[in-house]
C-alpha cells in the first residue's frame, strides 16, 4: 500500500468511502460517529485544497482516504482529561476505507513517519478504530466534545526519541 496526496479528481472516491465507512459503523454498533452525511464532499474539498487529505492505494486503484494535518486543532482544545505531551502535533481525523486489512495501520505508520506528537478521536462505540489505535500505540487520554456537542475518546501518541516507539 502506498500513500498519496488527494486532488479534486478523487472526490467521487472519497464520497464513496465516506459513505461505506458509515454503513459499515451503523452495522457494527456505531450508529452516531458520523450522523448527517459527516463527513461530506465539503469536509473533503476543504481538507484537499488545504494538503491534508491522503489517498492509500495499491496497485487496484485508491482502498482508502483520511486527513492528516498539523494542529493545534480546535477539536482538542478542551479536554476532560489530558495529553501526554503539550508539545507541537498532527491530526489524523475521517478515517475510510472501502477495502482492504490493515489500512488504519497504514495511516499511522505514515502519519508516525512525518510527526512526533499525534493526536486523533473517536467513538467510544467504534471497537475496532479502538483496537487498532492501542496496537499501534496511541494511549488513551479522556474525551473531547466535537462540534455537534457529542464526545469521543481523545488518544495521542508521542514517538520515543530513541526507538521510535510511543512513549511511556
Known sequence: MQIQIAFPDDLAFIE?????ARAFMQANGNATQWPDGY?????????????????????????AVFSFAPGPDETYASIDGAWHSDADYHVIHRVAAVRGR?????????????ADHLRCDTHE????????????????????????????????????GSTGAAAN
Request: proline share 4%; glycine share 10%.
Open 102 to 114: 490493515g489500512v488504519a495501520r497504514v495511516v499511522f505508520e505514515f502519519a508516525a513517519e512525518h
Open 16 to 20: 464513496g468511502a465516506y459513505a461505506h
Open 39 to 63: 463527513p461530506g464532499r465539503i469536509d473533503a474539498e476543504e481538507d484537499i485544497a488545504r494538503g491534508h487529505c491522503f489517498l492509500v492505494t495499491d496497485a487496484a486503484g485508491p482502498l
Open 125 to 160: 462505540d467504534n471497537v475496532p478504530m479502538r483496537r487498532t489505535l492501542d496496537s499501534f500505540g496511541f494511549r488513551e487520554c479522556g474525551t473531547i466534545t466535537v462540534a455537534n456537542g457529542t464526545q469521543r475518546v481523545a488518544y495521542d501518541w508521542v514517538k520515543d
